[in-house]
């Protein structure tokens, strides 16, 4: 286990033979479904049933060439069209995709495996994210200086950055694609997506909604693939900016291989996000935040909370309230109306989850509630497993230390609010965290000193609203700008300042030495 780079694609891929009956999902050139050149194609399962329900195009670093060389083609023209024009498309593709919501949802919930209602969640914060981009005009309304000098004024405006990439999760199919394009498309930029090989569907269908919006042809792609078409795209002369979100050893060799082919980058990258409960917070308003934070879609999200650090006396009580909680959740297919936790994304990720555990009661941890012998009724192979509480858990112990990505909150007791925010502010990622207490004066202390970028107050998954940016601190982001919001609109443009001197014929004159300010 570890910090290791791990890909299931990178494996050869399966015998197609006999999968002639199974989709194939495309890629999406211009304005159309795409059958590219590669030859080579990736499973894609149904996590609750156990088998490969449809088989994904993998690019050949050909159909690169053809993607960047297309976007390159569209975004002249894009740049270009007014912004009245731009946000015009914007509000139609938001229509679109509402229209087209309980398709996203079932495909997302198929492929990916979490409940239908959670992936309904998911594409609403999308949704939000196109909302503040309809806005585009006033965010780029620049700055003007009039009179900077004698006879001079000073104009900041924004320009499109060019061919911006965006490389997603598998955990959310639609929320992370619209964390990017929709502000890189409003800002002017072409957009190619290159979507997690695990669950391309959610892809095909942003295409569509965005061709149903009047997006001119080739200003959105999505190009399927894994880690050679990543890897294409960074070395690529023809890409722009590359936007990233993905585990912290992916992220790190994104930002550096894009930094030294002089692309702009922001990677987003893996958490471990800690809840701390002071003494005095509401106990069950923490336990409800504890369980739904931690076990929901299976506890693979980004901002899922997967540490809770009691601290001294709290824990006997906020344990008990959890576990009683935790054995109540029901596990099913995500198309099932009662489910409330759906399977783990595939059998090899399930696996390595369930390798935490034991290796956490080997490590001499507690286990309240053991999620590894779950089966589901008439799902079989799915890839189940059930949320797992762990108490008594140190911090060097490998499921505190890794990500582990999956149904399993860990309970670390601590005996101060010192101890508590000493172990946040030593873990190594820094995305989320949370503080649950009715104490107004510790939780300042706490959204002060804390180290990390997206903090909650009674708030146990602190993501932020579209108008705002998204983002962590540590080895949860490499770069400098956060994603969407107002650090989104930066990054998808580049700054151009323009000084502007219209004179009086009679201040003429040569003078050889370095423009002053008069
Ligand atoms: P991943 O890093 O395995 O894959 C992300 C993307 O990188 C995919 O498109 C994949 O094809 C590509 N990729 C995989 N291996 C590669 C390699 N060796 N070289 C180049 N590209 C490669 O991540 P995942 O398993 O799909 O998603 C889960 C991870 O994403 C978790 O670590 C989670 O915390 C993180 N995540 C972070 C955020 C955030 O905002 N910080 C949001 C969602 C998910």
Known sequence: MGDKIVSETNQPAGDTTGDVALPVIDHWLGD???????????????PARGVVAARVRLASTADVDTAVASARRAHGAWSRTSLSKRSTVLFAFREALKRRADDLAMVISDQHG????????????????????????????????????????????????GVTVGITPFNFPAMVPLWMCPVAIACGNAFILKPSERDPGASMILAECWAEAGLPEGVFTVLHGAADVVNALLH???????????????????YETASVTG?????????????????????????DAAVNAGYGSAGERCMAISVVVAVDPVGDDLVEAIAERTRGIVIGPGSDEASEMGPLVTAMHRDRVRGYIDAAEADGATLVVDGRSCEVSGSPDGYWLGPTLIDDVAAHMSVYTDEVFGPVLCIVRAPSYEAAIELVNTNRYGNGVAIFTRDGGAARRFTAEVEAGMVGVNVAIPVPVAYHSFGGWGESLFGDTHIYGPEGVAFYTRNKVVTTRWADPSTRGTDLGFPTNS
Do not use: Y
Request: charged residues 20%.
């Open 32 to 46: 159309t479904r795409w059958p590219g050149t590669g030859e080579r194609c990736g499973d894609v399962f149904d």
């Open 114 to 161: 979490k409940v239908r209602s959670d992936a309904a969640g998911e594409l609403q914060r999308g949704i939000e994210v196109v909302e503040f981009a309809c806005g585009i005009p006033s965010m780029l309304a620049g700055a003007h200086t009039e009179g900077a000098s004698t006879d001079i004024d000073v104009t900041t405006i924004r320009q499109s950055v």
């Open 236 to 254: 690529h002369p023809g890409v722009d900016a590359v936007s990233f979100v993905g585990s912290t050893p992916i992220a790190r060799h994104v």
């Open 263 to 287: 692309m702009r980058v922001q990677a987003l990258g893996g958490a471990k996000n800690h809840m701390i409960v002071l003494p005095d917070a509401d106990m069950d308003a923490a336990a």
